[in-house]
């Protein structure tokens, strides 16, 4: 039975706190779900899951400070990038930042000791002393690992079976796990109140921040993340849509892949694009190479499903691929009522421009709708991180392509954005100030990432036109956005949220305390990533 719990609701429309009836329940308050969760952490992060019509609901009392602006700021664009405004987020992120416990608890931060840009005279004589040596270790260790990790990382993906490094992930988490909390409990993660599991996460993870981080070894690390999810994660969470539908009437081939549904690879020639992309030039069709789809379609029963999910993986633009995410899209696709996913891939940066990922997108859209024959009212999109932008520059193209009578391809479902990374200007707030605890966005990966939107799109116009946030929402169809409120891209989804909803679409707003970005990918090992999914999967129940 799920509990009933005291849930806040806070409307950014109102600026106001509302609390809801203690006796209340998802039956006598219309469009509210409550999601099931450990008594323990209910003080810590109250989720409400609510949707009525061009509003925002979520359950943040801190989001009141990182919306303001945007109340004040309505649809101006300029005012986001006023000094006032500016002042105004990055003085409330640090504030932020100094109720936190840092450095997983340390006296020190060790980040002092290894990185470039940090001013040494502010230093103390001790602090100095280890810096020198520290830097020296790890460059030596880099420039070694430079040497073997392409081998390494062959002899891993390739030469090691899928299925047994997937059993020995959990099998180091199952003996790690008891071990942190025997040793170090509460201590480490950013607030005593979140689970043991993330505390433990936190000590795993933290130290990446301390060593260069690589594109090339940032797409290593997303092209495993089917690791951490195979088809025996988790499946409390999963029921099956129906009884006579749910099972493959030929032998799967998923089991290669990790997962339990069958996988159909995609690699097809498309004739046409008919909505037209891009910043540099709007354009239509593209070369012949360029107007192959290619990609994973997760068929998950007998018959291919009525509702499909378009998956479109993160990864800064800089990493990323379909077969990575296989396995949390699958289990996605599962939880929301047995429904098949499509998961294209899409050119990156450097290699290529944002205007190539977006025209991929798009044509992985139209190949849903024109190619299988599945009704736009059918396809429901999914973007991560960069693809929760992709995923609002596609429905913005699509939008305004039909307003201008350049094309009429009808709109889907819904989008669905998951730590939603959608303002490629110079860095502020939240996105400058939580790469100082953030478990993925780290401060070696800001380092590595973001110059390259400044390579890639140049001037600040350029980059403010490039940017989802800042275009136009009207006609967009309804949204669901799971954030953190302690995540870099915190205040840029909040931002988004508001736009959207002064500019009437549909939007539903889930945050969680204390979680790092894309906290959801890791509902194998912490309830908070399970909660975010449950979350995710109750709204595209609904659409």
């Not at 979520?58 to 300029?78: F, K, M, N, Q, V």
């Not at 390739?158 to 201590?187: D, E, N, S």
């Not at 990922?357 to 190619?371: Q, S, W």
Request: glycine share 6%.
């Amino acid at each position: 039975m799920t509990p009933k719990f005291h849930l806040p609701k806070y409307n950014l429309s109102s600026n106001k706190m509302e609390a809801a009836n203690d006796n209340a329940t998802a039956e006598t308050q219309p469009g509210v779900v409550v999601i099931p969760r450990s008594v323990e952490f209910v003080d810590a992060r109250k989720v409400s899951y609510a949707r009525t019509e061009s509003t925002v609901s979520c359950s943040s009392s801190a989001s009141s400070s990182s919306s303001d602006g945007a109340e004040s700021s309505a649809d101006s664009i300029d005012a986001y990038f006023e000094e006032a405004y500016i002042h105004k987020v990055n003085e409330r992120a640090k504030k932020e930042n100094e109720q936190l416990n840092l450095n997983l608890g340390l006296p020190v931060d060790l980040t002092e000791l290894t990185r470039r840009d940090v001013n040494t005279a502010e230093l103390s004589v001790v602090k100095r002393a280890i810096r020198v040596p520290v830097r020296i270790m790890l460059h030596i260790l880099h420039r070694f690992l430079s040497l073997v990790e392409n081998p390494l990382f062959r002899f891993w993906s390739r030469r090691v079976p899928l299925k047994f490094r997937q059993q020995l992930t959990f099998v180091a988490w199952t003996i790690y796990l008891p071990i942190h909390k025997a040793l170090i409990g509460r201590r480490s993660g950013l607030h005593p109140s979140v689970s043991l599991e993330y505390h433990a996460l936190t000590s795993m993870m933290w130290w990446g921040r301390l060593f260069p981080i690589t594109i090339k070894r940032i797409r290593m690390a997303l092209s495993q993340l089917h690791v951490c999810h195979p088809c025996w994660a988790y499946k409390d969470l999963i029921k099956p849509a129906s009884t006579d539908n749910k099972h493959l009437t030929k032998r799967s081939n998923g089991e290669k892949h990790g997962i339990s549904g069958h996988v159909i690879e995609v690699y097809h020639q498309m004739q046409t694009k008919l909505t037209p992309t891009g910043f540099r030039e709007s354009v239509r069709n593209g070369k012949h190479d360029e107007m192959i789809v290619t990609g994973h379609y997760i068929q998950q029963s007998s018959h291919p499903s009525e509702k499909v999910i378009l998956w479109i993986y993160g990864g800064a633009f800089l990493a990323g691929d379909s077969t990575g995410n296989l396995g949390i899209a699958e289990k996605v696709g599962l939880m929301s009522g047995g429904r098949d996913c499509f998961i294209p891939n899409y050119r990156l940066i450097p290699e290529a421009h944002l205007d190539d990922a977006l025209f991929d997108v798009t044509l992985a859209y139209e190949y849903l709708l024109y190619e299988r024959g599945i009704r736009p009212e059918n396809v429901t999109l999914l973007g991560v991180s960069s693809g929760g932008g992709l995923v609002t520059l596609l429905m913005q193209a699509l939008v305004e392509a039909r307003q201008k009578n350049e094309s009429y391809v009808e709109l889907p479902a819904g989008g669905v954005l998951i730590g939603p990374f959608v303002d490629y200007c110079t860095p502020k707030g939240s996105m400058d100030a939580y790469i100082k605890h953030d478990l993925i966005v780290n401060q070696s990966v800001f380092d590595e990432g973001i110059p390259y939107l400044e390579v890639v799109l140049g001037c600040h116009k350029n980059r403010v036109e490039a940017s989802p946030i800042y275009r136009s929402f009207i006609g967009l169809p309804p949204l669901c956005i799971c954030v953190s409120e302690h995540e870099v891209v915190y205040d840029q989804a909040m931002i988004l949220a508001q736009r959207a909803k002064n500019q009437g679409v549909d939007v539903t707003v889930g945050t969680w305390k204390y979680m790092c970005h894309i906290f959801p990918f890791f509902a194998p090992f912490v309830p908070e990533g399970r909660e975010g999914l449950e979350f995710i999967c109750a709204w595209l129940k609904e659409h």
